[in-house]
Nanobody, 114 residues
Framework: QVQLVESGGGLVQTGGSLRLSCAVS????????MGWYRQAPGKQRELVAT???????DYADSVKGRFTISRDNAKNTVYLQMNSLKPEDTAVYYC????????WGQGTQVTVSS
């Protein structure tokens, strides 16, 4: 069973930056497409960014040009660099395979103050 451990969240002001990390257990990481997802209070979980095993990336329109997803297969880790943060980016951020496994990690809270 794959385990997912997210970290790097915090409280930042509008316009600030954060870098999220997700450590993934298991030897199949390098062949998996991975995604970052987020869930804001009272809203459904949404897909934010994806990266394939070949490092092709895709982004939700709401974060395009501000967020960058990357991966380090040697460390079984996927990252999300978030710049120019806005209050509407406030959410719990999760990583998972894309498409996602049924089991999720604990997520990491990102709060952007106005």
């Amino acid at each position: 069973q794959v385990q997912l451990v997210e970290s790097g969240g915090g409280l930042v002001q509008t316009g600030g930056s954060l870098r999220l990390s997700c450590a993934v257990s298991g030897s199949i990481f390098s062949i998996m497409s991975m995604g970052w997802y987020r869930q804001a209070p009272g809203k459904q979980r949404e897909l934010v960014a994806t990266i394939t095993s070949g490092r092709a990336t895709d982004y939700a329109d709401s974060v395009k040009g501000r967020f960058t997803i990357s991966r380090d297969n040697a460390k079984n880790t996927v990252y999300l660099q978030m710049n120019s943060l806005k209050p509407e980016d406030t959410a719990v951020y999760y990583c998972n395979r894309y498409p996602y496994f049924p089991s999720w990690g604990q997520g990491t809270q990102v709060t952007v103050s106005s």
